[in-house]
C-alpha cells in the first residue's frame, strides 16, 4: 500500500515536471512563433529525429489551429503589424530548407490555407552543419538530407503561402567567426536570396540560435528588419525586440499533450 502510493505520487510529480500543466497560459494575444525543421518520418537509431515531424503529426497540428480559429502569418507580418493583430495568430517557420518542406509540408499549408517562413541556407548541399556545433556530430545526417533545390524553392515561393528569409550562406556558428565574416554571412546570404529568387528577403535566423549581442547589430546592418532565435517563449508584440524573438519548439519527440503545452506557454516542461 505504501509501495503503491509512493511509486503515484512519483508519477505524479513526474508528470507535472515533464507537462508544467499548472504554469499559467501565457496571453493569447501574444502570437506564438514555431520552430520547425523537417516534415517527415522520424528514423530508427537517427540522432536528429527531434527535427523530424510526421507529416501525419504536422497535419494534426494545422487541423488543430484551423478548428481553434487561429489566424496565420509570415514573421514579416507579424514583426510588420505588431500590436495590431488579434489574438490567437501564430507564424510557422522552417530553418535550414529540406526537400520535405515542399513535397510534405506546403500540400498540408494549401490545404488549411496557412503560411509560413522558410530560413534558407543558401550554401546547403553537402554539408554537415551540425559538426560545427558539436564535433561528434560528424556521423553525417544532416548532410545526406535531401536538400530543396533552387527550382523547389521557387515552386514554394510561386504558392502565395511562403516568405523567404535567411540562415545564412553556410549556417556557420557565429561563436567560431570574427565580426568582418559575420557580415559577410548576414549581407552575402540576403544579397544571394534575393538576387537569385527575385523575393524580398527582411527576416534572419541564427544559425544554431548562437549569436552575441554585437550580432544583432550586425544582422541590422545587413538590412534585415527581423531576426528570430532558438530561445523558448513567447514574447508580446508590445515589447518584443524584433531581433531576438523567441520560438517555440516544435519537435518531433513531443506527443499530443507536449505539443498543446508548448502552444499553450511556449515550453514543455518545467524549465
Known sequence: MILAATLAAALVVWFSLRYAWWRPAVDYRFPRI??????????????????????????????????????????????????????????????????????????????????ATLYLVVDRFDRDWSAQRKAHHDQGELRREPKLTDEQVRELLDSGCIELGSHGMTHANFDRLDSETVSRELA???????????????????????????????????????????????????????????????????????FRMRIRGGRRGWK
Not at 497535419?59 to 487561429?70: D, I
Not at 517557420?93 to 498540408?108: E, I, R
Not at 524580398?200 to 552575441?212: D, K, L, N
Not at 519548439?249 to 499530443?256: E, M, T, V
Open 34 to 115: 514555431l520552430m520547425y525543421h523537417m516534415i517527415s518520418q522520424p528514423r530508427r537509431g537517427a540522432r536528429f529525429n527531434g527535427l523530424r515531424v510526421s507529416p501525419h503529426a504536422f497535419e494534426r497540428q494545422l487541423r488543430w489551429f484551423s478548428r481553434q480559429g487561429w489566424h496565420s502569418w509570415t514573421v514579416g507580418e507579424l514583426v510588420s503589424q505588431a500590436g495590431k493583430i488579434p489574438a490567437k495568430s501564430f507564424a510557422i517557420t522552417f530553418d535550414d530548407g529540406y526537400a520535405d518542406n515542399l513535397l510534405q509540408a506546403l500540400p498540408l499549408l494549401k490545404k488549411y490555407r496557412f503560411k
Open 188 to 258: 552575402e546570404s540576403r544579397q544571394a536570396l534575393q538576387r537569385t529568387f527575385n523575393v524580398p528577403v527582411s527576416s534572419f535566423a541564427y544559425p544554431f540560435g548562437i549569436y552575441r549581442p554585437a550580432h544583432v547589430e550586425l544582422v541590422m546592418q545587413a538590412g534585415y528588419t527581423s531576426a528570430v532565435t532558438t530561445v523558448e517563449g513567447i514574447d508580446n508584440p508590445d515589447t518584443w525586440n524584433p531581433f531576438q524573438l523567441c520560438r517555440v519548439k516544435i519537435s518531433g519527440k513531443d506527443n499530443w499533450l507536449a
